[in-house]
C-alpha cells in the first residue's frame, strides 16, 4: 500500500443559483491575458444542456478517457502511440473553435467618434483572433437558463443517450421541464488520461497535493491533451501556443487559503479537503469491468485517515502528521466516503475524478409546497422522489454511470437530513426511525446537517499549508508588495531591492491597467505591447506577433 494525499472537492448542486460569480472571479484571476480570451478553467453550465465546449459528453465523437481493451487493460480511447503519431498535427476528434467560441469585443471606438445625428450608432462585435466583423452564435454560457426548452434540452448527450433507451424517459413539456446548474473545474484526477495523452510529458500531477498541472517549459503545443480529457477542462492558447489547464489555485492551496471559485461562491457550496488514497490500487480501480461498479471502486481507494495502519503507511511515505489531522477533519472525506451522498462526475470515463458532487433535491421539494402538501414531511418527501421533476435516470447518468439505486440512496439520505431536522428545528421530538430508514444514525443525520447547512469557513475548507521542506518542488509564490513599481508601491529606481528577480503577473496586469487608463493610444501600443496580456489588447486588430508574418515567407 502506497499511501498519497490528493486535494479534492465537493459541490451541493442545491445550492448553486447560477451567478456565474465562480467564474468570473476565476477568469479574472488565471486567463485575463491574450491568447485566453475564450478560456474558462471554471464555468457553470445548465443542465439539461450541451455543456462548454459544445457537447463535450460525447465520448463517441471526441473520444476522451479511458477505456478497456478486449483483454480487460486500460487503453486511451484515443489510441496508442501509433494512431497519436499520425494524428498529432491535425486531430479529427477535437474540438474547434466553432464548438467553444470566437472571442469577440465590440467596435467601441464608432460610438465614441460618430458625428451627432438622428441614428443611434451601432458597435459590431469584432473578433479578438482576426480583428473582423463577426457575428456571435455561441458562447461558454448561451444555454444559460435554457435548460428545460425543446429546442435546447433535446441537444444535451445525455438526453440524447436516455432518448436512445427509452423514447419517453425525459418530456420537455412545460408540466415536466426541469433545470439545474453544474459548476464545472478540471477534475484533477487520480487517473488523468490528459497526462497519458501528452508526447512531450509536460503534464504532471504532484505528489504532495495531487495537483495536475502543465509544465510550460516543456509544452510543445501538440494538443493531444485536449483530445486526451474527456471533460474538455484543457485549452490552447493560441498566443503562446502551450496548453493551459486550471491550477485549482494551487499558490493559494500551498499556503492554506481555498480556491478563488471557493472564496468568491455566493451559496457557499464549494468544499476543500484532504482525503488518503493507495496509490498501488489506482488502476485495478479504472479497470474495473462493469462502469456501474467503478463509484464503489472509487471510494474504495479513498483511505480511512483514522485506521492506524493507514497512519503509519502515510508516515512511511513522510505525509506530515498536520496533513494527516486535515485528512481526519476533511469535509470531501466526510461527504464522499462517510456520509456517501457526493458522487463523482462520470465516473465510466474511467480517469478517477476528485471533484464530487451533491445530487440536487430541491426541486421536488419546491413542487410539493407547490401543492399545497407538506413538502419535508418524511412520508411524502419519500414517496416523491420516484416523481422527480429531475429523472434519477438523468443524474444517474452524471453521477453513477447510470446507476439509479445509487442516486435513490443519495436523495432518500438528503430528504431524511430535511425531515429530521425540521422536527429538530421546530422544538418537536425527533423522529429516530427517519435516520434509520437510510442507514444512517441520528448523530451522523446531524453532522452531515452541519456540514452541509451552517458549517463555517475553517470546516468547509480544511487545507493544509505547504511544509518549508517541500519548497523546492513548489513553484515560487511572489507579491507584487515586494516589487517595485507594484501596486501599493511608490515609484523607485531600476537598481531596487527586487530588481533581477522576474515580475508577477500582478505586477504586470497594473501597469497595463494603468496605461489603459492613462493614455490616448490605442492599447497594445505602448511599452507593454509585447506582453502577453489581455488588458493590453482591446481587440481592435490584433496585436504585433499574434499571427506570423506573412510577408517572411516569400
Known amino acids: 500500500m502506497r499511501v498519497m494525499a490528493q486535494v479534492g472537492m465537493v459541490m451541493n448542486l442545491d445550492k448553486c443559483i447560477g451567478c456565474h460569480t465562480c467564474s468570473v472571479t476565476c477568469k479574472q484571476a488565471w486567463t485575463n491575458r491574450s491568447g485566453t480570451e475564450y478560456v474558462w478553467f471554471n464555468n457553470v453550465e445548465t443542465r439539461p444542456g450541451q455543456g462548454y465546449p459544445r457537447q463535450y459528453e460525447d465520448q463517441d465523437r471526441w473520444r476522451g478517457g479511458w477505456h478497456l481493451n478486449r483483454r480487460g487493460k486500460l487503453r486511451l480511447r484515443t489510441g496508442g502511440r501509433l494512431q497519436k503519431l499520425l494524428s498529432i498535427f491535425a486531430s479529427p476528434v477535437q474540438p474547434t473553435i466553432a464548438d467553444y467560441y470566437e472571442p469577440w469585443t465590440y467596435d467601441y471606438q464608432t460610438l465614441v467618434d460618430a458625428p451627432l445625428g438622428d441614428d443611434f450608432p451601432v ?80 503534464i504532471y500531477k504532484r505528489s504532495e497535493d495531487g495537483i495536475v498541472l502543465v509544465d510550460q517549459d516543456r509544452c510543445r503545443g501538440w494538443r493531444q491533451c485536449i483530445t486526451g480529457c474527456p471533460y474538455k477542462k484543457i485549452y490552447f492558447n493560441h498566443k503562446s501556443g502551450k496548453a493551459e489547464k486550471c491550477t485549482l489555485c494551487y499558490p493559494r492551496i500551498e499556503v492554506g487559503q481555498p480556491t478563488v471559485c471557493s472564496e468568491t461562491c455566493v451559496g457557499r457550496l464549494r468544499y476543500l479537503g484532504l482525503f488518503l488514497y493507495d496509490a498501488d490500487a489506482v488502476t485495478d480501480a479504472a479497470s474495473t469491468p ?44 466526510a461527504l464522499a466516503k462517510k ?30 409546497s407547490e401543492q399545497g402538501h407538506d413538502a419535508e414531511d418524511p412520508g411524502t418527501l419519500f414517496g416523491a422522489i420516484d416523481a422527480l421533476r429531475i429523472p434519477v435516470d438523468y443524474l444517474a447518468e452524471l453521477f453513477t454511470a447510470g446507476d439509479t439505486a ?21 422544538g418537536r421530538e425527533p423522529d429516530a426511525g427517519i435516520p434509520g430508514a437510510v ?32 519548497a523546492e518542488k513548489l513553484d515560487e509564490l511572489a507579491c507584487p508588495l515586494d516589487y517595485d513599481d507594484g501596486p501599493g508601491m511608490f515609484d523607485s529606481s531600476a537598481f531596487g531591492e527586487a530588481s533581477g528577480r522576474p515580475a508577477p503577473v500582478s505586477v504586470e496586469t497594473f501597469h497595463a491597467l494603468r496605461q489603459r487608463q492613462t493614455t490616448d493610444e490605442p492599447a497594445g501600443s505602448g511599452v507593454l505591447s509585447g506582453r502577453t496580456n489581455l488588458l493590453n489588447w482591446d481587440g481592435n486588430g490584433a496585436p504585433p506577433g499574434l499571427f506570423p508574418d506573412r510577408g517572411d515567407r516569400a
Open 123 to 202: 458597435a459590431r462585435p469584432k473578433s479578438l483572433l482576426t480583428g473582423k466583423d463577426t457575428n456571435i452564435t455561441w458562447s461558454a454560457n448561451w444555454d444559460d437558463n435554457l435548460g428545460g426548452a425543446p429546442e435546447m434540452g433535446a441537444l444535451d448527450p445525455v438526453v440524447a443517450k436516455l432518448r436512445r433507451e427509452s423514447e419517453d424517459a425525459i418530456k420537455f413539456s412545460f408540466e415536466q421541464t426541469f433545470m439545474f446548474y453544474l459548476p464545472r473545474i478540471c477534475e484533477h484526477c487520480l487517473n488523468p488520461s490528459c497526462m497519458a495523452s501528452c508526447p512531450s510529458g509536460a
Open 439 to 470: 442507514g444512517m444514525t441520528e448523530e451522523q443525520i446531524y453532522e452531515m446537517y452541519r456540514l452541509l447547512a451552517i458549517a463555517k469557513y475553517d470546516e468547509r475548507y480544511v487545507i493544509p499549508t505547504a511544509h518549508l521542506e517541500q
Open 339 to 368: 456520509y456517501r451522498v457526493a458522487l463523482p462526475l462520470h465516473p465510466e470515463y474511467r480517469t478517477m475524478p476528485m471533484v464530487w458532487y451533491v445530487p440536487p433535491l430541491s426541486p421536488i421539494v419546491d413542487l410539493l
Open 406 to 426: 445509487v442516486i435513490d440512496k443519495v436523495l432518500h439520505r438528503l430528504a431524511a437530513m430535511r425531515a429530521y431536522m425540521r422536527d429538530v428545528n421546530l
Open 290 to 333: 462493469d462502469p456501474k461498479d467503478l463509484y464503489e471502486a472509487q471510494l474504495d481507494l479513498m483511505l480511512d485517515p483514522n485506521d492506524p495502519k493507514v497512519i503509519a503507511a502515510a508516515r512511511e511515505q513522510n505525509i506530515p502528521d498536520d496533513w494527516l489531522d486535515a485528512a481526519r477533519r476533511s469535509p470531501v472525506y
